[in-house]
């Protein structure tokens, strides 16, 4: 009985996921081993040509590059973000759904739109640069948008969100005794961030990492947006081998890579989720 | 013996709730002290001032002589075991223990050697690699009360040490922290809303109520004579009998006679208490008297306890007959039951 409820609640989804999620992925993965045709087609004729591919030194490098970007993103989302989330969670209980809405608050608006409000904020002519020269700065300034550091910005602003509730999880669970403990055996409170409360918490933030890093690096619109095609990412190669250059199976190639590296980082988190010690322990207290 | 801990006038406000309002307290060395009252007395909040967790509103906390009110919590030779226990989650239970000792920063032989020593008297030496998620609540317990023991600190605070075990632990608990303490020779502050807990454990007890010391004595001072009614029928079970009052003599409701003797200047209403035990079935015996109608019978085991409704008293009356004597007649609900009392079991208190 049990069991047939379950089954009828959770075959919605799961039709959903099969036909438009797993079917897709299956036939770009079938895609992926045949052979491109000579004026873009495709020549059903079985091949690892598309795989090698990837591995070539040109197309490593772009890969290579996507992984520092979104590395790069994804430490700079977690280390602002944890501090943020830290913030929040320390604030009165009454507060903190506020802070957190505000957190969560840009989602709300789209994020192309997002996107274009930075150019608009660091182009040559833009409201930055604007400010400093009527601040009275009329030096240099250097070229901000259509840089590396213009995309992770991007990236970091995008993510950033995500990176706070999940290191908010945990830092608002955390039973305040338990670092009330650590001041009270001795500790200063630098030595109980770092000894106590951090470990603990660890696990948001590594779910946070991991969220930044797989969705920064299979991204195309801010390194097209705010990168100005300067360097390309793999989100952009894939868009390219599909529609420009026409070369199918080599795109399909490049995302079941990509695919692959995420479903081990994803892997490699819920793993490390489960082994952690959540710190969650009996918060009430008998007095006033 | 020696004074180690003072409270001078201690205050804390939360904005304009008086959570300690003006205690004052020495506290000996060596001694096992228990703070008792109930939700919202101020007891945690007092611990917590000990601590250094709450900053004073006003007055002083003296340790051998030396003002700590402004001292905090890391730089207090004061340790403190919390309600929650507060055990690190990542950290093994030898490594939740040596934490303390690392601060000191203590080398490392002294600091594994004080650990082993400490998991011996707490018999958990086989556990020491296990997280606290794999301890059961009694065993989470004695690895709190070690990892603030092994510290040695001048004066250990308890937060309701025993609250989350269950009751036939709980005694052996009781006895197992009176035998470490006596072991460590180290001065406890226990806080805890159980009487029961504070009267079996503690060398005196004070007792707290909305943020106010009522009154501060050893357990059977407490007991046999409360400061007021409040602490009267606070600590244990008390039967409080309204009485009017002719000068010297005192009358129940339903007109029978109460001797006792009434403390100095006591005016306005007043009550009459006596502890159930002190109850008599031999009632023609005793100076004072009272009968009623058998309401209901609770067994015991040890007791029984027989409640009387009389018109003397809002309340019944509870009576707690041994098993002796329960065997020897029968108690049935409605039955009509004598029971006497004598004048020096007899308190008054204000109403």
């Known amino acids: 009985m049990q069991d047939r409820k379950t089954l009828i609640l959770i075959a919605p989804a799961f039709a959903w996921l099969t036909a438009f999620m797993v079917v897709p992925c299956l036939l770009i993965l079938a895609l992926a081993f045949f052979r491109r045709g000579i004026y873009g087609g495709i020549d ?79 182009n040559r002519e833009g409201l930055i640069v604007g400010i400093a020269r009527a601040l009275g700065f009329d030096g240099e300034l250097p070229q901000m948008l259509y840089t590396e550091g213009a995309v992770v910005l991007g990236l970091v602003y995008n993510y950033l969100p995500f990176v706070i509730l999940a290191a908010y999880a945990p830092l608002s669970r955390l039973n305040p005794e338990i670092a009330e403990a650590s001041r009270d055996l001795g500790a200063g409170g630098w030595t109980t961030f770092r000894r106590v409360i951090l470990p603990i918490t660890l696990p948001g933030v590594a779910t946070g990492f991991i969220f930044v890093f797989v969705l920064s690096i299979g991204n195309f619109v801010t390194p097209a947006l705010l990168g100005g095609g300067q360097f390309q990412m793999i989100g952009n190669l894939v868009y390219a081998q599909f529609l420009t250059a026409n070369d199918w199976p080599f795109g399909s190639a490049l995302s079941m890579v990509l695919i692959a590296v995420m479903l081990v980082l994803l892997t490699l988190q819920t793993y490390a989720n489960e082994h952690a010690s959540t710190g969650r322990q009996s918060t009430e207290r008998a007095d006033g | 013996m020696t004074t180690l801990l003072s409270l001078r006038h201690v205050e804390k406000h939360f904005g304009h709730v008086r959570a300690v309002n003006g ?79 690392e601060m000191e920063k203590l080398p490392r032989t002294e600091i594994r050697q004080r650990v082993d020593e400490i998991l011996a008297t707490i018999q958990l030496s086989a556990l020491a690699s296990r997280k606290p998620e794999q301890l059961s609540g009694g065993q989470r317990q ?205 308190r008054i208190f204000a109403a």
């Not at chain 1, 929040?88 to 989602?107: N, V």
């Not at chain 2, 060596?30 to 007092?46: I, W």
């Not at chain 2, 967790?53 to 919590?73: M, R, T, Y």
């Not at chain 2, 005192?250 to 001797?259: C, F, K, M, N, Q």
């Open chain 1, 44 to 122: 059903y004729e079985f091949t690892f040509e598309n795989f090698g591919m990837v591995f070539d030194p040109l197309y490593a490098r772009i890969f290579l590059k996507s992984a520092w970007i979104a590395g790069l993103a994804a430490l700079i989302a977690s280390v602002v973000g944890y501090a943020a989330a830290y913030a929040i969670a320390s604030m009165p209980r009454h507060r903190q759904p506020a802070l957190l809405f505000f957190a969560i608050l840009p989602f709300w608006s789209n994020y192309l739109v997002r996107t274009y409000a930075w150019i608009v904020l660091l």
């Open chain 2, 23 to 101: 205690v004052s307290l020495d506290i000996r060395q060596n001694e096992f002290f228990a703070l008792l009252g109930a939700s919202g007395s101020g007891k945690t909040t007092l611990l917590r001032m000990l601590a250094g967790f709450e900053a004073l509103s006003g007055g002083q906390i003296l340790l051998n002589g030396k003002d700590i009110s402004h001292v905090p919590p890391n730089h207090r030779p004061v340790n403190l075991m919390f309600q929650s226990y507060a055990l690190f989650p990542h950290m093994s239970v030898a490594q939740n223990i040596a934490y303390g000792l």
């Open chain 2, 142 to 346: 004695r690895v709190a009360l070690a990892r603030a023991l092994v510290k040695r600190p001048q004066l250990l605070l308890l937060d309701e040490p025993l609250g989350a075990l269950d009751k036939k632990l709980r005694g052996e608990m009781q006895l197992e922290l009176k035998r470490i303490q006596h072991q460590f020779g180290i001065t406890f502050i226990i806080v805890t809303h159980d009487q029961e807990e504070a009267l079996v454990m503690a060398d005196r007890i004070a007792i707290l109520q909305h943020g106010e010391l009522l009154q501060c004595a050893p357990p059977r001072e407490v007991y046999e004579h409360p400061a007021n009614r409040f602490a009267a029928e606070f600590i244990g079970v008390m039967n409080v009998i309204p009485v009017a009052r002719d000068g010297a003599k005192l009358t129940a409701a339903e007109g029978s006679l109460i001797r006792a003797d009434i403390p100095d200047g006591m005016g306005g209403d007043l009550v009459a208490a006596v502890r159930p035990e002190r109850l008599r079935l031999d009632a023609h015996a005793c100076e004072n008297r009272l009968s009623g109608r058998i309401l209901a019978t609770a067994y015991h085991g040890l007791d029984l306890q027989v409640h009387i409704e009389t018109p003397a008293m809002p309340k019944p009356l509870i009576c707690r007959v041994t098993a002796d004597a329960a065997e020897a007649r029968s108690f049935r609900t409605g039955d009509v039951l004598s029971l006497g009392w004598s004048r020096a079991d007899t």
